[in-house]
């Protein structure tokens, strides 16, 4: 039996989502305090 080890996804495998998650969570980090400043009343 031969071992195969997957290789890391290229910077071309990967999606638009994938590319730029770090900056997706900031933007819901973001939009989170926003709404939490704008709304507080909201659960």
Do not use: C, N, T
């Not at 890391?8 to 994938?18: Q, R, T, V, W």
């Amino acid at each position: 039996m031969s071992h195969q080890e997957k290789a890391a996804p290229s910077s071309a495998d990967m999606g638009l989502f994938e590319r730029y998650l770090s900056l997706w969570v900031a933007a819901a980090i973001v939009a989170g305090i926003a709404l939490g400043q704008w709304a507080p009343a909201i659960p």
